[in-house]
């Protein structure tokens, strides 16, 4: 296995990047903030089969976090990542400092107006914002053909989708496939803070989504769908349920009540607390 190599400055990674893209190579990405899981890792396979040459980034992102939330105490383990990363073939790693991705006296931000206050930006309203901001910058540092974002941060997805067409990026974004484990829970970093009684019962936002899903397939009415899934959701023992919203894929609107119609496309998604740990879901309808 080759080691990745690792950057950590911005003139760094330039000259790198130029060099791939001077041999006519084909450069993907993978933006993370590190922790990373099988999740991820199947980012840089899909990056991989869609590259010659991949970069992953880890940074922990400030803006994105809001005061209060868990920034400090994001899970970090650059030495274990790189390695992981190496392993599923990356070839270069990009750690930059928040210096390097916020020089001193930066202004300018991206905001990707309405797609961002819904969902989890009416509980998380900086969230989109600081994630547009950070991922322009990421790519404009690393200026990679092909980025690729896991499904499991559904509105994330559609909103880097939806700036990349507005400010006319010619990154082509691909969507992975969420990352579960056996019992259908997703993949993700903050599973970590889940005790093991927590985990036992955080696979029921899943289960809960799914059952929407086929009941809406067989013409169930949308609101009762989501009705019982929140119902599911609560009696598993969540203490606090942000929402679960049946959405049209790409404008992420809430569909209508009723059964969908013929051919309308859906997508559940979900946010629930377990204790104290905040737990995001979706699935295609
Ligand atoms: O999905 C994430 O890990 C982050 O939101 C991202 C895209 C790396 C931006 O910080």
Known sequence: MQQAKIVRTRADLQREISAVHKSGQ??????TMGALHDGHISLVTKAREN????????????????PGEDLDRYPRNEEGDVARLSGAGCN??????????????SLTN??????????DGIYRPHFFYGVATVVARLFI????????????????LQIIKRMV???????????????RDE??????????????????????????????????????????AIKEARGTILAAGFSKLDYVSAVDPVTLQDLPDGPMEAGQDCRL??????????LIDNLGV
């Open 26 to 31: 084909r450069v993907g990405f993978v933006p």
């Open 51 to 66: 590259a010659d040459f991949v970069v992953a980034s880890i940074f922990v992102n400030p803006t994105q976090f809001a």
């Open 92 to 105: 270069l790693v990009y750690c930059p400092s928040v210096e390097e991705m916020y020089p001193e006296g």
């Open 110 to 119: 991206v905001r990707v107006e309405e797609m961002s206050d819904l969902l």
């Open 141 to 156: 540092h690393v200026r990679p053909d092909v980025a690729v974002f896991g499904e499991k941060d559904y509105q994330q």
């Open 165 to 179: 067409r507005d400010l006319g990026f010619a990154i082509e974004i691909i969507g992975g496939t969420t990352w």
């Open 183 to 224: 019992d259908g829970l997703a993949q993700s970093s903050r599973n970590a803070y889940l005790s093991e009684e927590e985990r036992r019962r955080a696979n029921a936002i899943f289960s809960a989504l799914h059952r929407a899903a086929c009941r809406l397939r067989i013409g169930c009415p949308v609101e009762d």
């Open 269 to 278: 998604l979900a946010a629930a607390w377990m204790g104290s740990t905040r």
